[in-house]
């Protein structure tokens, strides 16, 4: 299973990650874990800049942190499990918006 998760912060993130036995206290994966990607605030629109290289407009950055979890485990994420349209990660050998 593919998990796209959201999280108000990082430790957010790690906490749920560690309550439901995707990681260990070290940051380790257990159990049916095989991957855990933080991708943090994702760059929902890029910066634009000029010829000279000077910034235009700032880049728009999402306020929720994320992960991708890889695991055989079927694990309840609850509200913190998302489905993108247009997801910005793989994991190799799968499709970038791979159902969970």
Do not use: C, R, W
Request: glycine content about 8%.
């Amino acid at each position: 299973m593919i998990y796209k998760l959201i999280y108000k912060d990082k430790e957010e993130g790690i906490a749920d990650l560690l309550l439901k036995n995707v990681i260990n206290a070290e940051g380790e994966n257990i159990n049916g874990t095989e991957s855990v990607v933080e991708l943090g605030y994702l760059e929902l629109v890029p910066a634009t800049y000029n010829d000279q290289g000077e910034q235009i407009t700032p880049a728009v950055v999402d306020t929720h942190f994320s992960y991708d979890v890889m695991s055989t485990d079927i694990i309840d994420f609850g509200a913190y499990l998302i489905e993108p349209k247009n997801a910005l990660h793989a994991f190799y050998g799968y499709p970038i918006n791979e159902e969970v």
